[in-house]
C-alpha cells in the first residue's frame, strides 16, 4: 500500500498556478529524488504534505487516509495525527538558536509529554550519536558548522520516530566541503529503509540513493522513473534540458 498517496493536487498563490494536477504515490521504504529547475513548486509540494501550505484542489492521503480530499481537508485533530508520522528537514535548518542541541532535540517530545525524561534524553543522545554529533549536546547552534547544524536538524526530525521523512534541499545553504557529511547521513538512513521524499540539486546523490526520480517543472511533474530512465533516458526536451544545465 501507498504511504502517500497525492491525487489531481493543485495549488495557487493568488492567479499564480503553482502546483497543477500533481498525482504520484510513495511506497514504504522508498527514497524518492524530487528534482527541477527553482520556482517549480517542490517546496509547496513538500510543505503541502505536511501542511504548512494548504492546497486548493485534489487529494492527499497519508497511510490511506485522507489529510484532504477533493480539497476538503480533515479536521485539525485528524491532520495533526497524519502529519505527525512525517518529519521535515527543511534548507536553513531552522534550528531554536536560544536552545541546546540536546534541547533542540528535546523540545517536540516534551511538548507532545507522555514519555519520560529520561527516555527522550537516552533517544537524543542515541540520534546524536546517529549523526555524529555525541560531544555536541550542550552547544548552542550558533558554534556548530552548517553540515552539523543539518545534521542536528535531522536528528531533531528523527525524535518523533516519523515513518517518512522530507528532506528541502539540505545542502543548498551549505559550503561544498560541508554536503558530504549530510548526505551521508542521508545515504545511511536510506540504507536502513527510511522512506524520504528529497528535494536536492545533488544529482549524483539521487542517481545513487534514490529508487525513484521525479522531475517537476512549471507545477507539472513532467517525467518520473529510476534514476536509471531519467539521468540516462530523459523522453522530454524539458528533462533533457535541465539535466543539461544540472549535470
Ligand atoms: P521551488 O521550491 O521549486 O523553487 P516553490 O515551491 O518555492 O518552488 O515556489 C513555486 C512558485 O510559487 C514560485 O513562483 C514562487 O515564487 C511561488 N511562491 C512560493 N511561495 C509563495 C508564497 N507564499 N506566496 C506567493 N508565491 C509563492
Ligand atoms: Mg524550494
Request: proline letters at 4%; glycine letters at 8%; zero cysteines.
Amino acid at each position: 500500500m501507498a504511504i502517500i498517496e497525492v491525487s489531481q493536487l493543485t495549488k495557487s498563490y493568488g492567479t499564480l498556478d503553482v502546483l497543477k494536477q500533481i498525482s504520484f504515490d510513495v511506497h514504504k521504504n522508498d527514497v524518492i529524488a524530487l528534482i527541477g529547475p527553482s520556482g517549480s513548486g517542490k517546496s509547496t509540494m513538500l510543505r503541502s504534505l505536511v501542511h504548512l501550505e494548504q492546497i486548493n484542489g485534489g487529494s492527499i492521503r497519508i497511510a490511506g487516509e485522507a489529510l484532504v480530499q477533493d480539497g476538503v481537508y480533515s479536521k485539525p485533530q485528524e491532520i495533526k495525527r497524519m502529519t505527525s508520522r512525517m518529519g521535515m528537514v527543511f534548507q536553513h535548518f531552522n534550528l531554536f538558536p536560544h536552545l541546546t542541541v540536546q534541547e533542540n532535540l528535546e523540545l517536540a517530545p516534551k511538548v507532545v509529554k507522555g514519555e519520560s525524561a529520561s527516555d527522550i534524553r537516552k533517544r537524543s543522545s542515541e540520534l546524536l550519536d546517529k549523526v555524529g554529533l555525541s560531544g555536541r549536546a550542550t552547544y548552542y547552534p550558533a558554534k556548530l558548522s552548517g553540515g552539523q547544524k543539518q545534521r542536528v536538524a535531522i536528528a531533531r526530525a528523527l525524535m518523533m520516530n516519523p515513518e517518512i521523512l522530507l528532506f528541502d534541499e539540505p545542502t543548498s545553504a551549505l559550503d561544498p566541503e560541508l554536503t558530504g557529511e549530510v548526505l551521508q547521513v542521508m545515504r545511511k538512513l536510506a540504507e536502513e529503509h527510511m522512506t524520504m521524499i528529497v528535494v536536492t540539486h545533488e544529482m549524483g546523490f539521487a542517481r545513487e540513493v534514490a529508487n525513484r526520480v521525479i522531475f517537476i517543472d512549471q507545477g507539472e511533474i513532467v517525467e518520473s522513473g529510476s534514476p536509471e530512465q531519467i539521468f540516462t533516458h530523459p523522453q522530454h526536451e524539458r528533462t533533457k534540458a535541465f539535466l543539461n544545465r544540472s549535470l
